[in-house]
Structure formats: C-alpha cells, structure tokens
C-alpha cells in the first residue's frame, strides 16, 4: 500500500529525555513536513525539507530537531528543551512544496505524552 | 500574509439535515482553499480544494465548497448529514505565488445527533 507511515503511534518521554518520531513514505514525494497539533490550535508547522539533505523551520521550530537523510524518511526529535511536548504529531508529504499544485497527504499521527 | 477563520468551533445537526461549515480567509495573492477531514487520532484527509478554476468545487463524500472572493469565504455543505460525518473539519489556505506554506484554521468539531 502507497501512504505515509509513523511510528509509534503512542509515545511516552521521560524528563530531560530526547525522543524520536519516525515517518516513512513510499510515495516517491520529495517534499516532506512535521506538524503539531494541539487542541483548538489548528496545526502548527515544525520544519519541512523539499529535498534530500536539506530542511527548513517552520513556525515552531524550537525545541525539535529533524535530519532529511533519505528521501522516503524524515525523523523527528523532541529534545529536553521543548518543555511542553505533550501534543499530537502529524507528518505529511507532497510531490513538491505544498500549495495550487501539490496536494498533502497525511500519516495517522504519533500521540506524545509526558510522564 | 495569509490567515483563515473557522467562524465556528462546534456544529450539531441531526442526521439527514444539511451541514454547513463556515470559513472566512485572507490572502495578500490569489489563494488556494482546502477543506481537510480528520476522524478521531487519524491523520487528515483531502476533502476538496479551490485553485482559481470553478468557484464551486465537489469533493468526496458529498461534500462541496463555494469560493466567494467579495465574501472572502470558502463555506463547506453538505445536503444531508450522515453518522459516518462526525468528525473534525479544517479550513487551509495556501497562497498561489511566492511561499506556498498551508495555514490551518482552528478546526470546527462536526457532531451529528441520531
């Protein structure tokens, strides 16, 4: 099946723990986003890459880290600094940079929680 | 600049009346609009979108949207609402020159009463 997978779906960090958010896609897009989403926030962009080896932040940049080291795989990283992780992570990626033209798809989100 | 309001965080409608979803914009360019479903811990789902062709635009699921520029608004109908409906319902705006990031609004949670 063609579509954007994330794992885990359920997530759990520690205090002053790094973790990280897995997304592959089998779609063949070269563009490729992170998103948070809070309740009665609408999504809020983290950082997106248009291509392999490069990325850009988003609106919410701090506290998160990402790598574009294949073109099917754009990982997440919560660090110790972000100090409200707890939210729901969603993934998407379209053929080129998201707009008229390129529709995004979605993955089923990571849940993030803080014990 | 971009921004998009969803004039409603909440709608209730009883089965087999019409939904209506109300979605203001604004754009310093020529926008592109986009409804985007998302069910309960599920990732979103394309509804329909607006590219600057048909003012009013069919999607799935018997959805549609008009695009109205002197009204700045981009409502989503439906003629007749359905159990399998209820779910959360995104407005986004896109601009068709320059950065095309997407914008979301703040989501309208649809309820449907049996």
């Known amino acids: 099946d063609g579509g954007i997978t994330q794992s885990p779906k359920y997530l759990f960090r520690k205090e002053g723990q790094n973790v990280t958010l897995s997304c592959e896609q089998n779609?063949?897009?070269?563009?490729m986003y992170w998103y948070r989403q809070d309740p009665g926030q609408g999504l809020r962009l983290i950082y997106y890459s248009q291509i392999v080896n490069d990325f850009q932040k988003g609106d919410i940049a701090e506290g998160y880290s990402v790598s574009r080291e294949k073109k099917e795989s754009f990982p997440l990283t919560v660090t110790s600094a972000q100090k409200n992780p707890t939210a729901f992570y969603l993934c998407a990626s379209s053929p080129g940079l998201a707009g008229a033209k390129n529709i995004q798809y979605f993955g089923a989100g990571t849940r993030l929680s803080v014990l | 600049a971009q921004s998009v309001t969803q004039l409603d965080s909440h709608v209730s409608v009883s089965e087999g009346t019409p939904v209506l979803l109300r979605c203001n914009y604004s754009s310093s360019y020529s926008p592109s609009l986009f409804w985007y479903v998302q069910h309960p811990n599920k990732g979103l789902q394309l509804l329909l979108k607006?590219?600057?062709?048909?003012?009013l635009v069919k999607g799935i699921n018997g959805f549609e949207a008009e695009f109205k520029k002197s009204e700045t608004s981009f409502h989503l109908t439906k003629p007749s609402a359905h159990m399998s409906d209820a779910a959360e319902y995104f407005c986004v705006v896109s601009s068709n020159f320059g950065n095309e990031k997407l914008t979301f609004g703040t989501g309208t949670r649809l309820t449907i009463i049996p």
């Open positions: 779609l063949n897009h070269d563009a």
């Open positions: 607006y590219t600057s062709a048909a003012t």
